[in-house]
């Protein structure tokens, strides 16, 4: 009996800890993919709709509500991990080439704990000085 009861508190054990192994591996990557998706959603949209002096010359320039737009709509088809994610666009300025953005989500635990875990990101476009 005494073989049973140590049994069954091992296997307790075992359990326990891989429920505590799969909820750090799966909050590791959620923030990995939060933040390679913003990386790559900031830089896709600067690449995209900003180009030095694009106020100067004759062209018609690049609203900040579309660019937000896309930044959202491409964070949102990059994130494949199921939970409920929110993102947000900070600040757009592309006169200046400043994007910042931000993503929470919240999403359970294999241990049945509701986390939510949050990643900011600000990209700045580098502009070669003006010649005088």
Do not use: H, W
């Amino acid at each position: 009996m005494k073989n049973v009861v140590l049994g069954i508190i091992g296997c307790l054990i075992v359990v326990y800890t891989a429920m505590l192994g799969l909820s750090v591996y799966n909050m590791t990557v959620r923030e990995n993919q939060m933040e390679k998706s913003l990386s790559l959603a900031l830089s896709g949209a600067m690449n995209r709709y900003y180009e030095p002096n694009m106020y100067i010359v004759d062209k018609k320039p690049v609203s900040s509500y579309d660019v937000e737009k896309a930044v959202i709509e491409d964070i949102n088809e990059r994130l494949t991990a199921g939970g409920t994610a929110s993102a947000t666009v900070y600040v757009c300025d592309m006169e200046k080439g400043i994007i910042s953005a931000g993503i929470e989500e919240e999403f359970k635990l294999p241990t049945g704990v509701t986390k939510k875990i949050s990643c900011k990101k600000t990209i700045v476009a580098d502009q070669p000085m003006e010649d005088n």
